[in-house]
DNA sequence: TACGGGGATTGACTCACGTCAATGTATCCC
DNA sequence: GGGATACATTGACGTGAGTCAATCCCCGTA
């Protein structure tokens, strides 16, 4: 874990909680942040600690999980170049991370004080409702998260993931997932060996069908229907 | 739904959000605000609706779902009286209901147009760090959520459940549950004779009995380790 | 007091998923 | 290129939770 000061601002504006600050801001936070480079495999911060720093992610992967009883992870959410950890943020009252923070593969993470943050909120009306935005769409995505996981039914889990990542990619016949099937299956709570085993399900039924981490969608429709409920294939 | 104007103060400040604002806002908010009493059952607001107000609980109680492909409900929340129903609100970008809210027993709804609600967060700060916290407490019992339901064994689950009831009831050995057990086993996920189930071999086992809605924490110690994972009794 | 309806409990059955184990396949670093 | 390591797939097996169905209980109501 190495850090390093002095960030350009591009690399700053490029979140959009800070994408439209004035200048003057912007140098405001430059001042107070800096960058951590992780090696793969590296932790970031762990469940419990309390927040006192903010994280982005520059470049690489992190994965945000807790630990089940039996040790192994629940992956929560997989944080690319770009994301912030939103979880990583606390205005008053005294937060402490809901979640552990690791890095997949070497990444770099820009480090911004709480202070700072705070203080950016209130200075900037822009920032404010950008902070409230993101929050909202995230809880909007654990509610989907939530809803996910209370289907009983694993076939049905896989395709509901499956087309999500399908509109995600702007509904392309063919796409690529954004980390290993292992971390896929454990976002869907799911183990591989079942996960792999819906996959194959799909791909004789020829709905779907993957190499590695490439997906091709045969049968959107199928898919939707699967999706729906309207089980004309289970 | 039985639609009525002029709220006393009192009312209004009872939630968190609007707990410490001036009086000349509170009269902004008394003046564009009203109560809607619903009788048991009753359709508040659906899934997908865009969000145009927002709502807070006067009384009685108030369930917050989503239709599976079944048609069953999922449950996401049973909202009480003094809370608010923080997935009805949007600042800047078009939101759209998440969820469905429909009365369980008899309740009494406080309405706030949504521009009201921002004009309250453009003109006090109080607000706007009350607001921040609402979303991130909300966000950190999503997670929570989502944690109980990537447990797969359901005794798990329901010792979960009880624990945290018990630890938010001040540690008293016995408590009532909030809502009936139909519905608590929708929050988990679980059909209720699985639930049932479950509480059998709690009470078989010693570690907790329930009657109707009371429940009676015979060992709390036992209860705790199930949920830790250090599984004496399985 | 009798009736009705929704919730809660219990039993019997089935099957889907987790588990364990073995094999196959990328990927990375020496 | 080759060996180590982690990921992926497949098979066999046992079990726990869903499903269907019956009964019971509680509460409100006629």
Redesign the pocket.
Known sequence: MLERKLVPHEQIRQFDLFSELPDELIEHIRRNAWTISLK?REALFRQNDPVRRSYFCLSGQLKLFRLTR?G?EKIFMIAHAGDGLCDAISLQSERFRPLNATS?TESEVLSVDSEVVIDVFHRSQRARTQLVDALIRRVDDLIDHVELLSV??????VASFLFNEYQRNGKKSSFQ?NS??????SYL????????????TF?QDGIAS????DIRIHDPDRLEQLVLGIDAA?
Chains 1, 2 share one sequence.
């Open positions: 793969a039996s192994s997949i009983d039914k694993a076939n049905f889990r997932l290993s099937k292992k971390y896929i299956a709570s799911l183990q591989p060996e079942t996960l792999s085993r819906c996959l194959r791909r993957s190499t590695n981490r289970a």
